[in-house]
């Protein structure tokens, strides 16, 4: 994330990594994203974009930007194969469409990690879920999701005999003045009913 005010003008490249969907129910990350590509490019700074999901919502006005931030980026990642696939058929097979991962898979874990497990009370043995806790883009209802992120944990937990801790992808400071359906917490919650592991 930039702050305003940084001067793009002195940096050797601009990386756009994760921070939120592109798609046109957020389509303030487009915006941003934008913006933020056009004074680089103006600047003659290179933009790489890294770790994005795109899609699947895109109005016409919002695939127009998307596919003008994807050509001026020397790379753009995206960070599942929807996504890839979506990006080439914007560009009409042009630009560099990477497939990767996202990028939180090669952060080095903390130092004081082994005191933190400890203090959690982790297995010795165990994997990091997180999860946003609505289903707006998957094309399931509510509860149907939480059912099938269930089945998803419950089949990573057997097949790799480990266990998986939920941390949540969004969360609150604080109480929740309503039910809290709109935050992790909620969201792994329901996960955890249906879990069977």
């Known amino acids: 994330a930039l702050e305003l005010g940084v001067?793009?003008?002195g940096m050797d490249a601009v990386i756009i990594a994760g921070g939120g969907n592109l798609n046109s129910t957020g389509s303030h990350h487009i915006f941003e994203r934008i913006a933020v590509a056009r004074v680089a490019g103006l600047l003659g700074v290179p933009v790489y974009v890294s770790s994005q999901t795109v899609g699947p919502l895109l109005?016409?006005?919002d695939r127009a930007l998307v596919r003008e931030l994807a050509s001026c980026a020397t790379v753009f990642g995206a960070?599942?194969?929807a996504t890839a696939v979506l990006m080439r058929e914007i560009l009409e097979g042009t630009g560099n469409v990477t497939q990767t991962l996202d990028d939180a898979l090669l952060l080095e874990?903390?130092?004081h990690r082994d005191e933190?497990?400890?203090?959690?009370?982790?297995?010795e043995r165990y994997v990091v879920g997180s999860f946003t806790f609505h289903a707006y883009s998957t094309g399931l209802a509510r509860e149907s999701y939480y059912r099938e992120l269930a089945r998803m944990v419950d089949s990573s937990a057997v097949e790799r005999d480990i266990d998986v801790g939920l941390m949540p992808h969004v969360g609150v400071l604080g109480t929740l003045e309503q039910d809290g359906s709109d935050n992790g917490v909620y969201g792994h919650d329901r996960i955890v009913a249906?879990?069977?592991s």
């Open 116 to 123: 933190l497990a400890r203090r959690l009370q982790l297995p």
């Open 79 to 81: 960070r599942e194969r």
């Open 109 to 111: 874990p903390a130092e």
């Open 59 to 61: 109005v016409p006005e």
């Open 194 to 196: 249906y879990s069977g």
């Open 7 to 9: 001067d793009i003008s």
